[in-house]
């Protein structure tokens, strides 16, 4: 029986491949593209997406959500993926249209009428906190959601503290947090060391020759560029993709736990910061005058610490090969 997955995506390079690895993955079937705004504006990103299906001849539906985070300016991050998200390739125009109905109510809709969807997102929160805030049923109807962002008590990538996605709508980041979703917190580290793909792995991609393989080198040219001038990486890192491979085959994530992750959204220093509680000190105090007498924060994500690098490159391969 095919899995149900509902994608919610700020489409620039990385996604579109993460996009390619769902719609083409044996068992999984695709419900929903939701976009929002993030790496690119909003327009774009629906672009980008529509143009990822046709190209795998596909005729999945595609909902522009969210323009904008909840309180915040949109900042995007376009100097890292191109002007258009997808490399400056100057890919043509999409032949299809997104559907008319908001994105936010089609994740609603679309996990009520499919209870137990896996629901992957691959930008910032804001279409999910919106979605959960308006229908707070359809939480138990949403059997994991698969987070690409945060990073786990380590170097950020669009400040020393904290993940771009995060970091762009950490409002909607801890609204979802706190929303009793299952959410599976896939950090921005995991796509970095030799979970790049090297300069081998480009070559083995492009002696493919296939219409994917090349799409997912050339669309991430630009990303190429920018991960070795902000982190001195030599390689291309996909972290959406990272995420959709432990979407689609859990037992990619080899070391995961549960804790209790705070989403902090207050202080501009740290904003958007993923602050995990790994040793259970996070918790209300149950009485004042006893230090120590606290009701422990439960934990509200399973976090995810490492992945077997060698089986996530073998997924991409598969679905870049045919």
């Known amino acids: 029986m095919a899995r149900t997955f509902i994608i919610d995506t700020d489409t620039a390079s990385d996604d579109a491949v993460a996009l390619i690895m769902a719609l083409r993955w044996p068992d999984v079937e695709v419900k929903a593209i939701v976009t929002v705004a993030g790496n690119v504006g909003l327009e774009q990103a629906t672009r980008n997406a529509l143009y990822t299906v046709e190209l795998c001849g596909s005729d999945i539906p595609v909902y522009k959500g969210a323009s904008k985070p909840l309180t915040r300016r949109h900042e995007d991050a376009q100097w890292f993926h191109g002007q258009d998200g997808l490399g400056d390739q100057g890919y043509p125009a999409p032949k299809k249209q997104a559907k008319s109905q908001n994105g936010v109510e089609a994740i609603i809709e679309t996990a009520k009428a499919n209870p137990g969807s896996v629901l992957v997102t691959l930008g910032p929160l804001t279409n999910v906190a919106l979605a959960v805030s308006r229908a707070p049923e359809i939480v138990p109807l949403i059997s994991r959601c698969v987070v ?175």
């Open 148 to 322: 690409m962002g945060g990073a786990a008590n380590c170097v950020g990538n669009v400040t020393p503290a904290a993940e771009y996605n995060i970091w762009v709508d950490p409002e909607a980041a801890h609204i979802v947090f706190s929303s009793g979703l299952a959410v599976e917190m896939v950090g921005w580290e995991l796509c970095r060391g030799d979970a790049n793909l090297r300069q081998h792995d480009i070559e083995a991609i492009r002696a493919m020759n296939t219409t994917f393989g090349h799409f997912a080198i050339d669309c991430n040219s630009v990303a190429m560029q920018a991960n070795y001038k902000q982190s001195a990486e030599i390689g291309i890192a996909l972290p959406d993709p990272v995420t959709m491979a432990v979407a689609l085959d859990p037992t990619v994530a080899t070391h995961a736990s549960k804790h209790y992750v705070a989403i902090e959204h207050k202080s501009e220093l740290t904003r958007g910061m993923t602050v995990v509680d790994q040793l259970g000190v996070t918790g209300e105090a149950v009485n004042d005058a006893t230090w120590g007498d606290l009701r422990k924060s439960e934990p509200n994500a399973t976090v995810v610490w490492a992945i077997d690098i060698a089986r996530w490159k073998q997924m991409l391969f598969q679905v870049l090969s045919g």
